[in-house]
């Protein structure tokens, strides 16, 4: 089969995730991301060129292709946990949907196998390449980061437009969505910011599910080992009442909410 | 709706009172029994063994003291102090005599002693010269094996040193028949005697020791009803006097006849549980699946009314503390592998009936329930798995595990009930198993499984091969050849198993050494009773008188063999990086590291036996620079950088743990070395041996006496526990490492495998961590894996234990087959729980 042969590029391959999605899943990162958000945990990721990152004081390489055959006995190793958990996969990455010759069809060779899709994405992209992955994915968790335009191309660099207009298409395919919001100090942690947006997810039709996401520093190491500039430095995690009060300002748009994936 | 009343019930506030009482003071070795059982032997000597078992037992039952301690529902000790301990000098003296002024200082497990009870046990040491089961197999054993025994190819201090225990005995018998209907299923069989049997006189003598045994039981039960009934007499609190003349009620009833409710069940099943533990202080005296036996008793009882939900679990949970009350003072040096003050009764819910039906009731909900209340390291709770286990059940279990302390341990029904059928055990018997002491599956009630004959160090084999079979200058393995000859891995490969085979058959003649002595000098005409088919054969069960018959010694070190082959594959014979000179040189000289004290001191004598081996004169001076040297290393600095080359090079090559498939295939051919071959031999009571693959805790002392080893890991250190990967080498996360495990045959292990793991505890958060966990499980299952067990803490919790264990004093861990305090364990102990690696997201 021709899609089985389909080539792309993936820099991480995470097994036994348990908190992105139903059930046991492994996720697939996909190199390569049209948005530059500053507190972004995998800038390994955001490039699509192939890469070097300095890791305990050894150089990695970051970025392999890959084609769809030799990606799935990487997947299917873990079968046994799917089936009894009602898990699968999850593209993340970068950005899944930068991949349309690639991504849809490791979701198609997953669906034949019976497990459970999700895609994890900015919905950053063009609705025609969007319709390449959903009848393949029966689960997608998308990112609304900020309701502003302007702030929003300030911390991303792309504007929201694009993505709030995907994240009204996404619902109306009726295709289970749930929202996530990378909380940020400095960007949207007012509960005005978190406010709005959770009341433009409650828009969407069929959502349910909102997530906060609160910003950590994991990824600071990274930027180092690539030689970057981490533009978050310095910034301190909130602490746990502040994303809880955050978390009753969600729950009034009606949605179910949580702290975390 | 749910199919059980599942719905959580309150703990009574007698529990936490009980279970301060346990722990108010250092466990105490009491000489009672000690010096009951002399007595008896002084005055017995001209007849047989068995009967001179039976009057001992009688003779300690009728004057052993009787306690009803405070707060207690079910009662009967087998000492004065909660958790003390008896001496059964008939197994072995010379450790306790030499260890008397040490028990209560040691690292694992102290005990103390009363200066009292020092003398009155010296005065009867002397008695028991010459005359205890471990002097007899050892001098039953062949020379080789006591060399390879003194060289650590293997240990079977266990029973050597203590009785055999390791059996789950048919409690449902006693509870539904009573010791009046044995004693008269004896009495037929002793009256049908022939006296021109020619195995009259064996049979006679069973037959009689065994109602003596029967008898004393009654009597000692009517003890208790006396004591019951005088305490309530002088009682004053209206409440506990109410309770002492319904203690007094049961004791004068069970367990000479049938329980009649589900609280005489409670009774009944206590004193054969704690009689069997004074008859012999073999350990591992399960209950085994308690649910099925006590559910009739606790329908019943709950359907005329005369029992609430409420008090059936209170009652449970006087029996989980009661199995913690018993004890076991063992030498030094097996205290440290069997560390924690563990007796290991485990006791088994779930599963399948004997027909093949779901077996969980509301009775093993209670269970899960009763570890919850007492979070107390016995019993080794176990939970049997298979296709039709309901979650509601798998739940519940994951809630408990959730609590961090190691229990429960689940088992694979649809591994192990073809593994058992695989060695002779019928469908139906195979159905109903349960697990012993660790790990180990049997048909409960008629199965004498010697199921800890030995351990067997896996990585000492492979030192031999680098040796050519001299360990310390002395020859104890074949010579497979200097290891410049072996042109490919097959050749080495060969020569591994022909190191091991021969260690594997000194460690059968040990075993069988030490199993006709048991048989010689310790049979057991009680416990026999209660177990098939010894009434109808007029044979103990150490004498061959059970239905089935097994003894299974366990491997283990699988991850470090696997690994060390795996990169001596890689490096010397696909890539040809280096020799195996080279890994000699580099092992012999612990990869640049010195060696620890211990280690330098053994090394020292092997150096200075060479040295006189070829006419050399040795003087104090120059063992004490051999010893400097080794300690600090004796490599050059050339030497120290070729060497962390070597080891840099190995930690590269790919892992077991890593669902590699070359690699855990290997592993399984590993497993394979030792199973397939143990498997072969046969023991003195008309069975074979079968393998187990689990060290209990003895990964970490038996690692000590193990030089370095070719998959990197240094001299002395721990081995890898259990069938688990190597701690810190399983990279990709938990699927991928139980994909490992998986691959080995489990089903070959039918003594048992032991895979551990520890999880964080966000991995089992709210419900959804509760059902992901619960299809973890099952996932590793589907692939025909045998056991998991887990320990949910995090590892700072763990760290900080170390350092304020005064803070942690009931912080439980499960350290293999069981669990214990994690405060009570070594140090070094402690460091490997604290290493296995965190399986976490």
């Known amino acids: 089969m021709d899609y089985l042969k389909a080539k792309g590029r993936i820099f991480d391959i995470q097994r036994y995730s348990i908190h992105d999605g139903p059930g046991i899943r492994t996720i697939v990162f996909l190199k390569g991301c049209p948005l530059r958000c500053r507190w972004c945990c995998n800038p390994e990721g955001q490039n699509y060129k192939i890469e070097q990152m300095m890791v305990n004081g050894e150089l990695k390489t970051y970025g392999e292709d890959i084609t769809v055959e030799e990606l799935m006995p990487k997947l299917i190793c873990d079968e046994f946990y799917f089936r009894r958990s009602g898990g699968g996969i999850t593209l993340s990455g970068g950005e899944c949907l930068a991949q349309p010759d690639f991504a849809p069809h490791i979701l198609h060779a997953c669906k034949d196998l019976g497990y459970n899709t999700a895609i994890e994405t900015t919905g950053y992209s063009t609705w025609e390449n969007i319709e390449k992955y959903l009848p393949y994915t029966d689960y997608v968790l998308m990112d609304i980061k900020h309701m502003n335009s302007e702030k929003h191309k300030e911390f991303t660099g792309v504007e929201n437009k694009i993505i709030h207009e995907n994240a009204m298409k996404f619902a109306k395919s009726g295709v289970n969505l749930t929202i996530r919001v990378p909380v940020i100090p400095g960007f949207n942690n007012t509960p005005e910011e978190i406010s709005d947006i959770a009341n433009f997810a409650a828009s969407l039709p069929g959502v349910k599910n909102l997530h906060l996401l609160p910003y950590h520093r994991l990824g600071e190491g990274k930027y180092e080992g690539l030689g970057r500039e981490y533009l978050m430095h310095g910034i301190e995690p909130m602490d746990k009442e502040h994303m809880n009060m955050l978390l009753e300002v969600a729950k009034k748009s009606g949605l179910k909410c949580q702290i975390g994936g | ?841």
């Open chain 2, 1 to 841: 709706m749910n199919k059980f009343d599942s719905t959580e019930i309150k703990r009574s506030e007698r529990i936490p009172k009980l279970i301060s009482a346990l722990y108010e003071k250092m466990p105490e070795i009491e000489a009672e029994r000690a010096l009951l059982i002399t007595e008896s032997y002084m005055r017995t000597e001209e007849q047989p063994m068995v009967m001179r078992r039976a009057l001992a037992f009688a003779h300690i039952l009728n004057n052993l003291p009787v306690t009803i301690r405070d707060n207690e529902l079910v009662v009967g000790s087998a000492t004065k102090t909660p958790k003390g301990c008896q001496v059964f000098p008939e197994f072995s003296v010379d450790w306790l005599e030499s260890e008397l002024d040490t028990t209560s200082t040691r690292e694992a497990d102290k005990f103390y002693i009363s200066e009292e009870t020092k003398s009155a046990l010296r005065r009867i040491f002397p008695y028991w010269k010459g005359k205890t089961s471990s002097e007899l197999a050892l001098s039953y054993m062949a020379d080789t094996a006591l060399i390879s025994f003194e060289h650590n190819m293997y240990t079977h201090g266990n029973y050597l040193y203590n009785g055999v225990g390791h059996l789950t005995v048919k409690y449902e018998d006693v509870l539904n028949n009573g010791f009046e209907n044995i004693l008269a299923r004896l009495k037929t069989k002793f009256a049908e005697l022939n006296v021109a049997d020619p195995e009259y006189s064996e049979k006679n003598a069973f037959y009689k020791a065994a109602i003596i045994s029967c008898e004393a039981v009654i009597k000692f039960a009517q003890r208790y009803a006396e004591l019951a009934a005088k305490m309530a007499n002088t009682c004053s609190d209206p409440v506990r006097k109410n309770e002492l003349i319904k203690i007094a009620e049961n004791c004068a009833r069970v367990p000479r006849y049938p329980a009649e409710n589900f609280y005489q069940a409670c009774q009944s099943f206590w004193f054969t549980q704690m009689l069997i533990q004074i008859e012999s202080n073999g350990h591992s005296v399960s209950p085994g699946r308690f649910d099925q036996y006590m559910y009739p008793f606790y329908k019943k009882s709950i359907e005329d009314g005369s029992l609430t939900r409420d008090f059936a679990q209170e009652l449970v949970d006087c029996i989980w503390v009661k199995l913690n009350d018993l004890n076991k003072c063992r030498d030094a040096a097996s205290a440290e592998g069997f560390a924690g003050y563990s007796v290991f009764q485990n006791l088994c819910a779930g599963g399948q009936t004997k027909d093949g039906k779901d077996a969980v009731n509301d009775m093993s909900f209670i269970c899960v329930n009763a570890s919850m209340h007492t979070m107390l390291p016995a019993p080794s709770f176990s939970v049997r798995i298979w296709n039709g286990t309901p979650n509601e059940f798998m739940l519940r279990c994951a809630e408990l595990t959730r609590t961090g302390i190691g229990l429960p341990a689940y088992y694979n029904d649809e591994i192990i009930i073809p593994a058992l059928m695989s060695r002779g055990v019928s469908l139906e018997d195979a159905r109903n198993y349960s697990i012993i002491g660790c790990v180990e599956p049997q048909s409960p009630g008629k199965t004498c499984g010697w199921h800890d004959a030995a351990f067997f160090n896996m990585l000492r084999p492979l030192e031999m091969v680098f040796s050519n079979g001299y360990d310390r200058g002395v020859k104890v393995g074949p010579q497979t050849g200097d290891i410049s000859t072996f042109k490919t891995f097959d050749d080495f490969v060969a020569a591994y198993k022909a190191q091991s085979d021969y260690q594997v058959a000194q460690m059968v003649n040990a075993c069988n050494a030490v199993d006709i002595a048991h048989a010689e000098r310790c049979p057991l005409p009680f416990v026999s009773c209660l177990v098939d088919d010894c009434i109808a054969n007029g044979k103990t069960m150490e004498q061959g008188g059970a239905h089935y018959n097994f003894s299974g010694p366990q491997g283990f070190g699988i991850a470090n063999v696997t690994d060390g082959l795996w990169a001596i594959k890689k490096l010397v014979y696909d890539e040809k990086k280096y020799t195996l000179n080279d890994f000699k040189e580099a092992m012999d000289l612990n990869f640049g590291k010195g060696l620890t004290d211990k280690a330098a001191r053994n090394s020292t004598e092997a150096v200075i036996k060479t040295l006189i081996s070829e006419g050399k004169t040795v003087d104090e001076n120059v063992i004490t620079e051999i010893y400097k040297m080794l300690l600090n290393g004796v490599c050059t600095d050339t030497q120290k950088h070729k060497f962390e080359k070597l080891h840099d090079d190995i930690d590269a090559v790919e892992k077991y743990g890593n669902d590699v498939e070359e690699v855990d295939l290997l592993a399984r051919d590993v497993a394979y070395i030792y199973t397939q071959e143990v498997e072969k031999y046969n023991h003195p009571r008309g069975g074979t041996f079968q393998a187990g693959l689990y060290p209990v805790s003895a990964n970490v002392p038996l690692g000590e006496q193990t030089g370095a080893t070719p998959d990197g890991r240094y001299a002395n250190t721990p081995i890898a526990d259990g069938v688990g990967p190597r701690g810190g080498y399983d990279v990709l996360g938990p699927t991928a490492a139980a994909n490992s495990v998986a691959k080995l045959d489990h089903a070959i292990a039918s003594n048992g495998t032991l895979y551990n793991q520890k999880f964080h505890p966000s991995a089992l958060s709210g419900i959804a961590g509760l059902q992901k966990f619960v299809a973890y499980i099952r996932a590793f299952f589907d692939q025909k894996g045998m056991h998991m067990q887990f320990n949910v803490v995090d590892r700072e919790t763990l760290l900080d234990a170390q350092k304020n264990p005064e803070k942690y004093k009931s912080l439980v861990v499960r350290v293999a087959g069981y669990s214990a305090l994690f405060t009570t364990l070594s140090r070094s102990l402690q460091d490997d729980i604290i290493a296995r690696t965190e399986q976490t997201f």
